[in-house]
């Protein structure tokens, strides 16, 4: 069982805005710079989020993306409902067509899995990933990388 590049993406991203949401709207541009996602992939899944009223769009000069509303009421199993991705353990993808059409021994047990971690997911707020003291380390080292790029002496590169 693994979550998808869709899945895991759209929470990172969500998580990026998140922590960057003090700063008003934030273009996807910012965001893929930050986390190393391709742009055109992020329009799409925003474009999800957005229908799912994850987050609003504000158009214009300085627009972007900002939370529909506070981190403490949007939950990763939402994130990861809205861009249309299943948790799913079983090997047939939930339909019960483990074996010839007919479900398997253990069908049951991978679905109540499934169901295990869906709820697991719906228990993480984003505030409540921003508040860990990893995600903190990370978003430091992050910052610090884009100090670095921006505070390059002219003289250096010509």
Known sequence: MRLTTKGRYAVTAMLDLAIHSNAGPISLADISRRQGISLSYLEQLFAKLRRNELVTSVRGPGGGYLLSRISENIFVAQIVDAVNESIDA???????????????LTHHLWCDLSDQIHSFLSGISLASLVARRDVQDVVARQEGREEKVETIPLSSIV
């Open 90 to 104: 079983t090997g047939c993808g939930g339909t019960g067509d483990c074996q010839d059409g007919e479900k398997c």
